[in-house]
């Protein structure tokens, strides 16, 4: 299987001088260019013929696995060759999440820049466990951190908060943060130096990392509250106060609430003001999850949408969702940086010594040796502007609001409200059925349009009701994807019906 795009001709002389073995560690530069000329002829053919190609195809899991098994690694093999099969591989056996036709999950097309950002990052491969090792490196994360602080409403000069693997890992740290600056006693007593058992609420429609999170914290997931939701899917304030009131009552220990700004499912915000006011008279902490919805502040249009975050305790942002950089990356923002650093400080003798006015990274996240992951955030950020930002922001925007039109004007149900690019949509004569019978007319359609490799969407059940999925992610999707969108979803249908 071999890439049509890759180098030839002169390039073979190179691939047959390319050192194998322990030699490849660090070629001499004749062969690293060649094997770099290799690389950008890839990179250029996926972003040249991506959208030719069909946004998915169903996997051979036999000859996936002959063909991976086949490397023994007993021998070295030809560099040209391991690309070939390797490129032959994703592209045959991937969702394509940098396809513009992909509307499925928060998995954008990258930047340009995120992608050299990872590959500079690599190639420096900078330490960000401590401020000495990496000044650089850490002093951009945390300019990162405070322009995103200042954009939420922190003051800037007090933002603190730390860079993580994704939104899982920044929500763990905020329910860290919370049980600590709680209960003083939970980081030397654990679980047992507390009252009674904490709890912590959120909405039926969050992501549900929080019961993985109660898992690994030892609060148990039966600890978590999920208050169920309004008409409009947000969390029901009124049901969340009887909630609180009633775990106090049985000696429960409410300790925080987590409000989330563009649930996976159908992008809506839950009422933030008023669960910051709730927070306040019950004197629990009050933390948002806007892993997806956080990008919008970089647009003055989209930004008072997420009205009532900046009284957050803390704050949970992706970059690697609607920011549109590679996989992974998270950040956790807060004003209390003491709080931070009583969650995570630890000393050890094999750590450097402390720095003045500058923090050490491992001793405000969880993590330890810890890769760049800011940089690919900041090349983007630099290069396109806030501006640039916020300019494809409202494009996504624009186009979910288009195709909303475009589906109700062919007898589509739209079933969510948000000013996000995320789109739910309902068959009216699979809706009419019962649940079960309607999640399996919809997960037909489903399937239908991505089995046709024309289109990417999801399924979602929405407060028990079934729908289709679709969520404008990729800066690479025009007007005309989205009307080949709408074909699609029409003619699943069609054949549904027979």
């Known amino acids: 299987m071999r890439d049509d795009t890759a180098g030839a001709g002169a390039a073979t002389t190179a691939a047959e001088t390319f050192p194998l073995g322990r030699g490849s560690f660090d070629p001499a530069s004749g062969p690293t260019a060649w094997l770099w000329g290799r690389v950008l002829d890839v990179l250029r053919a996926e972003r040249e013929q991506i959208s030719t190609r069909p946004v998915s195809a169903e996997a051979d899991l036999g000859r996936l696995r002959s063909a991976i098994g086949s490397y023994g690694f007993d021998e070295p093999a030809e560099p040209g060759a391991v690309l070939d099969e390797l490129v032959a591989l994703l592209r045959e056996s991937t969702v394509h999440t940098t396809h513009p036709r992909y ?104 992501h549900l990392a929080w019961l993985k999170i109660a898992h690994a ?10 208050v169920p939701v309004d008409a409009g899917l947000r969390m029901d304030l009124r049901r969340l106060r009887a909630r609180m009131e009633a775990d106090r009552a049985a000696g429960d220990e409410p300790f925080m609430v987590v409000g989330t700004a563009g649930t996976t499912g159908a992008g809506v915000i839950d009422p933030l003001p008023g669960l910051a006011e709730l927070c306040r008279e019950f004197g629990v902490r009050f933390h948002v999850d806007a ?31 609607w920011l549109s950089v590679p996989m992974g990356v998270g950040a956790l923002l807060c004003t209390d940086r003491e709080g931070l650093a009583e969650t995570f400080r630890v000393s050890t003798s094999y750590m450097p010594a402390d720095i003045p006015d500058t923090v050490d990274p491992y001793t405000s996240g969880q993590q330890w040796s810890r890769r760049f992951t800011g940089l690919k955030l900041f090349l983007s950020l630099a290069v396109a502007g806030r501006r640039g930002y916020a300019e494809q922001l409202e494009r996504d925007a624009e186009l979910a609001d288009v195709l909303r039109r475009r589906l109700a004007d062919r007898d589509w149900l739209i079933v969510n409200d948000t000013p996000l690019p995320v789109v739910c949509f309902a068959d009216p004569a ?58 699609a979803v029409d003619d699943a249908r069609e054949r549904q019906r027979g």
């Open 103 to 206: 509307f499925g999950l928060f998995n954008p097309t990258p930047t340009l820049l995120g992608v050299v950002g990872e590959t500079l990052a690599a190639a420096f491969n900078p330490q960000l466990a401590a401020w000495s090792h990496a000044p650089a490196a850490v002093e951009i994360e945390a300019h990162l951190l405070r322009f995103f602080g200042g954009r939420v409403g922190y003051r800037a000069e007090e933002v603190a908060g730390s860079f993580t693997s994704g939104g899982a890992e920044a929500n763990l740290t905020a329910v860290l943060l919370a049980l600590t600056r709680t209960w003083p006693g939970y980081g030397t007593g654990g679980l047992r130096a507390l009252p009674g058992r904490p709890v912590l609420y959120a909405s039926a429609e969050s």
């Open 217 to 226: 914290t030892g609060i148990g997931r039966d600890a978590v509250r999920l």
């Open 291 to 321: 892993a997806y919805g956080a990008a919008a502040v970089l647009s003055d249009r989209l930004r008072g949408e997420l009205a009532g975050i900046e009284q957050a305790h803390s704050i949970t942002v992706d970059p690697h969702k």
């Open 430 to 487: 699979a809706d009419a059925l019962a649940p079960d019978e309607s999640g399996e007319r919809h997960s037909a359609l489903a399937r239908s349009v991505v089995r046709s490799g024309r289109a990417w969407i999801s399924t979602v059940r929405l407060n028990g009701r079934h729908a289709l999925r679709a969520c404008v992610i990729s800066h690479r999707t025009t007007l005309a994807d989205i009307d080949a969108l709408v074909r």
